[in-house]
């Protein structure tokens, strides 16, 4: 098991060497990504989420050299990177896998077996949350409401839905992204690396096979709220109204 600790970058009261800078070309590469990111903005400051998604693609997650960039990219202080970086959860503060493994603990997928299925997951992969697996492949963690809970309950791989699993088949799962078996999402985008998705995310165009073409849709439970302000079903009666109208 490889816990990462909170605390792996920053060692609280022990004096902080400078963070170093990226390779000469590595630089050079994210300079010209970060420009076109900048150049998308009236005020530079507002490309800071991009530019963060863009060092992240870079080594997996928000580095010290990482925040150095983006600070110096855009004239702010490093504390001010730092602050969005640790605010949202999407940008990652430790080394984590290539597939981001999330389980919604949030009540309907956990009413569904949502919590059931990262129970397992946690005792087959030997990790807890927010913890990534020896080989670096799978990190594990409980995530909120994904809108998604007509399909409940559902684990979502680097943001790609894979909807209405079971302890099995989400064990299943993993040991195919271990495993390096293709594996398909049940809808939306293929399925890429963590890596890959932040690049996506950081706005740059998706280049995999079907993904313009892919959707998400919502599902039928969904969609019942806008048939029936449309008409296009009956509208159902609650058994209160029912026996007032007796």
Request: hydrophobic letters at 35%; a negative charge.
């Amino acid at each position: 098991m490889t816990a990462q600790s909170p605390n792996q970058e920053v060692q609280l009261g022990m004096p902080q060497l400078p963070a170093p800078d990226y390779p000469a070309d590595v630089r050079a590469r994210l300079e010209a990504d970060a420009k076109e990111i900048i150049a998308r903005y009236p005020d530079s400051r507002s490309a800071l989420l991009p530019l963060l998604h863009l060092v992240q693609s870079e080594e997996g997650y928000v580095t010290r050299t990482g925040v150095r960039f983006c600070a110096e990219l855009l004239e702010l202080t490093t504390a001010e990177v730092t602050a969005v970086s640790t605010f949202y959860s999407m940008y990652r503060r430790v080394p984590s896998g290539d597939y981001q493994v999330g389980v919604c603990t949030n009540t309907l997928c956990a009413v569904m077996g949502g919590d059931a299925i990262f129970d397992e997951l946690k005792e087959h992969l030997g990790v807890g949350n927010n913890e990534t697996t020896e080989d670096g492949k799978v990190t594990l963690e409980h995530i909120e409401c994904n809108a998604a809970c007509d399909f409940a309950p559902v684990v979502m791989v680097n943001w790609e839905f894979f909807d209405n699993q079971t302890p099995q088949s989400a064990k299943r799962l993993v040991d195919d992204l271990r495993a390096g078996r293709p594996v398909e999402p049940t809808r939306g985008a293929p399925l890429c690396t963590y890596k890959e998705t932040a690049r996506i995310l950081a706005g740059f165009p998706d280049e995999r096979p079907g993904a313009v073409e892919a959707t998400g849709g919502a599902g039928a439970a969904s969609l019942v709220g806008l048939r029936l302000a449309k008409g296009e079903a009956p509208r159902v009666v609650h058994p209160r109204d029912a026996e007032e109208g007796e």
